[in-house]
């Protein structure tokens, strides 16, 4: 057993920062929280009914960014944003697809493979996938990992949009994060 | 239904970018028919009597040998994750994975089946027969190994495995594929193989997605 008692809630425009030395489970609280796998006790629940009753609903509100990155080397950056968002029902243009990867400073390297770009372009590859996909609540984990000083701002003002405009997010981090409503969870 | 076509889109384009995977396996199922007349010699009778067999042994070999990379890299970096979280039914994601598996893998078995069936000296009936056999036939072969591949995500050694799964639920397919065939050669009505193989295909359909779906839930956590 990693972890017991806990209970949180996050209304609109809060966010969680999940924070604990590795190991000691903070992966695997939001796997829980994304529904990847399920609470031996205890239920999670999304806007009063538990995700598991209604599976789909929460879904299409949810964006989870795990620690693989779910990118394929042989696909362009452009490609893999375009796939990703068709696979999620949500049909997103070329150029909404190119200006979301353009914010990200991957102007010019839309069309190389992933196998191309470093760590730290490849993060801003998924992160260009948060532009595009419309969900209420995000789920990141270490979303600031392999990140340079500039994605990190970029990054972070994109979180403080998101929470303005009554977005929810949970993290975890191992540095502080300047956003405003902040819930703390040590494990 | 669009994100049904986008994945299957999205495997063909992968497959493309890497050829040699897929090449590998029809040259190992013309190779392995290949080899049969080579080795017995010019006994067009013998050759006609065992072709039906050997054809379909082939085709299960080759299908199995493109089973285990069906999920293997969704899995490893994280896409079927993605996917089991995606607002689109996984059922339907399942569903065009396991088509594009069979346009890349089965099809072409299809397509190469008359040529080889020249080899064992099958007549132009016998080789149409065996044409849609094959076409009926490839599909379920696809469906049922998809829910071995499913479940066998994770396990080491899991390609061995995956043929001691899924080789003994093929022997339907290959009883009734080339038993169609063979009546075929000899004369007799081939209607009774081939509803069989249809009504196998419907029910693999209407299971093995939803089979695969659950073993990948099962996989992930």
Known sequence: MLFTGIGFQLKAGEWLHVRGENGVGKTSLLRLLAGLSKPPEGSVDWSGISIEADPTSYRRELFFLGHRDALKDDLTALENVLIASALDGSAVSQDQALSALCRFGLRGRELLPVSCLSAGQKRRVILARLLLRKATLWILDEPFNALDSRAVELLSSLIAEHLASGGMAVLTSHQAIPLPNAKVLSL | ?221
């Open chain 2, 1 to 221: 239904m669009s994100a049904f076509f986008a994945i299957i889109r999205r495997d063909l384009l992968l497959v493309f970018r890497r050829k040699s995977e897929v090449l590998t396996i029809l040259f190992f199922f013309i190779i392995v028919t290949s080899l049969f007349p080579l080795g017995i010699g010019a006994d067009s009778g013998l050759l006609r009597k065992i072709a039906p067999g050997i054809i379909w042994v082939a085709a299960l070999l080759a299908t199995i040998l493109g089973l285990s990379r069906l999920f293997i890299s969704d899995y490893a970096d994280g896409t079927l994750e993605q996917m089991t979280l995606s607002p689109t039914p996984l059922v339907l994601l399942v569903g065009g994975k396991i088509t594009a598996h069979w346009i890349v893998c089965g099809l072409p078995l299809v397509l190469l089946a008359p040529v080889i069936g020249i080899q064992f000296d099958l007549n132009s009936e016998t080789l149409g027969t065996l044409i849609l056999a094959l076409l009926l036939g490839t599909p379920i072969l696809s469906l049922i190994g998809a829910i071995g591949a499913a479940l066998t995500l994770g396990v080491r050694g899991g390609g061995v495995l995956l043929s001691l799964l899924v080789l003994p639920l093929y022997i339907p397919v290959l009883i009734f594929g080339a038993g169609a065939v063979f009546a075929s050669s000899v004369g007799l009505d081939v209607s009774g193989h081939f509803s069989l193989l249809a009504a196998l295909l419907v029910l693999s359909l209407a299971f093995a997605p939803w089979a695969t779906a659950a073993s990948i839930r099962i996989a992930i956590e």
